[in-house]
């Protein structure tokens, strides 16, 4: 009951502001060349509508968590776990030295310093055969001859082959049967087959 009188009460004061003080408090026009919406500030209230407490919690508390997050979960989100994904910083253990280039490395992965020299060469191997055959397509086999190598094969051994030569002599490193068919291993006769390693080096 008191809280009716005290609705009604509010509603009739707030009626009153509006049609009694507002006119007196009234703001001057504003000017033409600019058109802006004014929206009253004070609006009368409905007095057939019902008053609900759920209008308040309706909107601004439903974005609160519910339970609070412990110490060890907060501790895992932030530094993970050492069995599972460890997010601290810690020092590798798992380095080798390159016996090639003498750089470190990290074990059972290739060497940063050796990749880098195979791709400079590759992109280099390339640019050579762009630039003598084109973006056209050619279904003979490539030989790439170094510098000074190609006076140790005859003339018969390029038959049906395509030969890319660079004037530049070859690196110590390159051997000169990575450019081989068959992959890792080569027929003999007889079905016997032999591992195939690098050889004749630079």
């Given at each position: 009951m008191a809280g009716h009188l005290l609705k009604s009460l509010t509603d009739a004061l707030v009626s009153f502001?509006?049609?009694?003080?507002?006119?007196?408090?009234r703001r001057p026009p504003t000017p033409h060349l600019i058109p802006l919406m004014v929206q009253q500030s004070h609006q009368p209230a409905l007095k057939d509508t019902p008053f609900n407490i759920n209008e308040i919690f309706d909107g601004?508390?439903?974005?609160?968590?519910?339970?609070?997050?412990?110490?060890e979960k907060r501790m895992m989100?932030?530094?993970?776990?050492?069995?599972?994904?460890?997010?601290?910083?810690?020092?590798k253990k798992n380095l080798k030295v390159c016996g090639s280039c003498g750089h470190y490395h990290e074990e059972k992965r290739l060497c940063?310093?050796?990749?880098?020299?195979?791709?400079?060469?590759?992109?280099?191997?390339?640019?050579?055969?762009?630039?003598e055959q084109g973006l056209?397509?050619?279904?003979?086999?490539?030989?790439?001859?170094?510098?000074?190598?190609?006076?140790?094969?005859?003339d018969?051994?390029?038959k049906d082959m395509?030969?890319?030569?660079?004037?530049?002599?070859?690196?110590k490193w390159f051997s000169r049967n990575l450019l081989?068919?068959?992959?890792?291993?080569a027929e003999l006769g007889n079905n016997e087959t032999t591992a195939i390693k690098p050889h004749e080096l630079g």
């Open positions: 502001e509006y049609v009694f003080l507002s006119p007196l408090f601004f508390l439903w974005g609160v968590p519910t339970c609070r997050r412990s110490v989100r932030k530094f993970g776990a050492p069995n599972w994904h460890n997010k601290l910083i810690l020092p940063a310093n050796c990749y880098s020299k195979v791709k400079e060469e590759t992109s280099a191997l390339q640019e050579q055969m762009i630039k056209n397509p050619i279904d003979k086999e490539i030989a790439i001859l170094y510098k000074g190598e190609k006076q140790q094969y005859s018969d051994f390029f395509k030969v890319v030569e660079v004037e530049k002599p070859r690196p081989q068919k068959g992959g890792p291993t």
